[in-house]
């Protein structure tokens, strides 16, 4: 399974950017994906998360302003972030579940991109 995230960049406060991960070597539409990201010198977290009926997860502090998508023909996930804050700023990584259920968690992650938003 290869999972590879691209989109990340520098951004100012109130920008916005689209991050996408095109997945391979797995029957991508069988799987919930997610969003992680990790700020430096802090545990990474779950931002959003999709099932493969595109029910949905968001973490709290991205709520109205992120969106996560899927396009299970092009074996892709998106995440849509708008608003963007400074602390917003972290690696983002698309991660793969273990099963298309939220409980079980992920067990598969790509590199991860860059996201800087500058105040």
């Known amino acids: 399974v290869l999972l590879q995230a691209y989109g990340g960049g520098l951004v100012q406060a109130g920008g916005f950017l689209r991050l996408s991960c095109a997945a391979s070597?797995?029957?991508?539409?069988?799987?919930?994906m997610g969003w992680y990201r990790q700020a430096q010198g802090k545990e990474r977290e779950l931002v959003a998360a999709?099932?493969?009926?595109?029910?949905?997860y968001y973490v709290e502090s991205v709520k109205g302003r992120f969106t996560i998508s899927r396009d299970n023909a092009k074996n892709t996930l998106y995440l849509q972030m708008n608003g963007l804050k400074p602390e917003d700023t972290a690696v983002y990584y698309c991660a793969k579940g273990v099963s298309d259920s939220y409980d079980l968690g992920y067990n598969q992650w790509g590199p991860g991109t860059l996201v800087t938003v500058s105040s």
């Open positions: 070597g797995l029957t991508f539409g069988s799987y919930v």
């Open positions: 999709i099932s493969s009926g595109s029910s949905t």
